[in-house]
């Protein structure tokens, strides 16, 4: 029982990085593939392409950020002691991820609460700083727990580690918008390059979590405890996964001609 519980946490976050991470790579990319879509020659403002490049990731935020959502509600219920170190270690990684998944969400709610384009101007900036602050944050965390919780997380290493996790999610997100806003003729092709940017989007947190293992391991609760969150969480699994199969096979690249613009205007 005490491998489970690893295994499960590790599935969360790399199911997290691997789904989240486009969501956060669009943000990011968000000023540079509009622009790009502009250069090609499609219809509309540049606005407008930002529009429907929100609207790409709008059916999948929740659905994905529950991925993270159910790691922290892991960390905290089978790991309690190594979450009270890890907490206490990343505080001031930990305020500016949150502080950055805060801005983030609020870029997508409040930019289309009024019309205009400076409103949504500055929403759009507040979205890519937020996304920003998230692939940066996470790096600076990964880069972190590998080496023990150092006393600064904030270091050269960190950084680099951050901007390795950035272009991971700035790839994916890319990919995501390629399959998203593809025709059905290209879904082959593009679900293909979008399953290899999962597993590029997955691999910052893969690789840490294979060294942290054995701690893992040593700090697990006890068999009562687990015993009680298996009888929670596994009747609530099922369910989960249907939510995310509904959610992919509801707003795959077979419907996104008209999707994008179906999608509800709160995004």
Avoid at 42 to 64: T, Y
Avoid at 88 to 106: E, F, K, N
Wanted: charged share 15%; net charge positive; glycine share 10%.
């Amino acid at each position: 029982m005490e491998i489970i519980w690893p295994a499960i946490l590790a599935v969360l976050l790399i199911g997290y990085f691997a789904l989240e991470g486009f969501d956060i790579g669009v943000g990011m990319m968000l000023p540079v593939l509009s622009r790009a879509r502009e250069r090609a020659g499609e219809p509309g403002s540049r606005q407008r392409h930002r529009d429907r490049l929100v609207s790409a990731i709008a059916p999948f935020v929740l659905a994905n950020e529950i991925w993270l959502v159910a790691a922290v509600g892991t960390l905290f219920g089978a790991f309690p002691s190594l979450e009270g170190k890890v907490i206490t270690g990343l505080y001031p990684v930990v305020v500016t991820l949150l502080v950055s998944w805060i801005l983030r969400d609020a870029g997508l709610w409040f930019r289309r609460r009024l019309d205009g384009a400076t409103w949504r101007a500055f929403w759009d900036a507040v979205l890519c700083a937020g996304s920003w602050g998230l692939a940066l944050s996470w790096g600076f965390a990964l880069a972190s727990l590998i080496r023990g919780l150092p006393d600064q997380p904030f270091d050269l290493i960190g950084l680099l580690y951050g901007a390795a996790v950035a272009a991971a999610f700035a790839f994916h997100g890319r990919a995501f918008t390629e399959w998203r806003l593809s025709g059905p003729s290209e879904s082959g092709r593009t679900g293909r390059r979008l399953r290899r940017s999962a597993a590029v989007a997955a691999l910052p947190v893969a690789a840490p979590l294979a060294a942290l293992a054995p701690a893992l391991l040593d700090h697990t609760a006890s068999a009562a405890t687990l015993g009680v969150l298996n009888l929670i969480v596994l009747p609530v699994t099922p369910i989960l996964v249907a939510a995310q199969v509904w959610v992919w096979r509801t707003f795959g690249p077979t419907r996104s001609a008209g999707a994008a613009a179906a999608i509800p205007s709160f995004f």
